[in-house]
């Protein structure tokens, strides 16, 4: 059975101070990993996707890496509007299988 | 550009009624479509997909069931809602690969009381 650990569950980080979520993930033959950025009460909005082991991708203070047992998502100098829930999934078939997510709270 | 719309974006119904949520996806053709729930506080959980017109895979079994009555149109639906259905209703979109990534709609807060 796939499974994705996220941790930590929540984080408090004064605004500038960097950090990295981690995402650990079983799963038999990885289509590929997604990270997700989640605002209380709406839709998770999509951020990265990566495919391999190796792979690394950026967005503004964002930076996703992903090795053969996790993924880690790093946050540069953030910003209170980086506040949010995190959500890692996994996806083998045509099925995502997601973490419980790591709540980020950006005090400025 | 591609859109997912979801309605209602709140609904309180009391236990033992009937529940109809829509899903509908606008700019493309053909899309795998999914409905998710995601309890309080949790990850969020795969109830159905489907991949074409009339094909829905279930997920998890429960009081719920879902129908794709048009290509770009998911429906989930319940004859008796329980207290257990409370939660937050998403409904993604991906193109039909596997691998690709799976965009998510506004979602519907559901309270059953």
């Known amino acids: 059975e796939d499974q994705v650990t996220q941790s930590p569950e929540a984080l408090r980080l004064q605004e500038g101070e960097s950090s990295s979520l981690n995402c650990s993930y079983t799963v038999s033959g990885l289509r590929g990993l997604f990270w997700y950025r989640q605002d209380p009460g709406k839709g998770p909005e999509f951020l990265f996707t990566?495919?391999?082991a190796g792979e690394e991708k950026e967005k503004e203070r964002l930076k996703a890496t992903l090795t053969k047992k996790e993924s880690f998502l790093h946050i540069t100098a953030p910003k209170p509007e980086d506040s949010a829930t995190y959500l890692c999934?996994?996806?083998?078939?045509?099925?995502?299988?997601f973490g419980g997510g790591t709540r980020v709270l950006v005090k400025p | 550009s591609q859109t997912i719309h979801q309605w209602p974006a709140t609904l309180v119904q009391p236990v033992g009624s009937p529940l109809s949520l829509e899903c509908t996806v606008e700019g493309t053709s053909n899309p795998n479509l999914y409905w998710y729930r995601q309890a309080a506080g949790r990850g969020l959980q795969l109830l159905f997909y489907s991949v074409g017109i009339g094909q829905i895979s279930s997920e998890v079994p429960q009081n719920l069931s879902a129908s794709r009555p048009q290509d770009r149109q998911f429906i989930l639906s319940s004859k008796k809602l329980l207290l257990s259905d409370s939660g937050f209703y998403l409904c993604?979109?991906?193109?039909?690969?596997?691998?690709?990534?799976?965009?998510f709609g506004p979602g519907t807060r559901l309270l059953v009381l």
């Open positions: 993604a979109w991906s193109v039909r690969l596997a691998g690709e990534t799976q965009y």
């Open positions: 990566l495919y391999s």
């Open positions: 999934a996994v996806q083998a078939g045509n099925k995502l299988t």
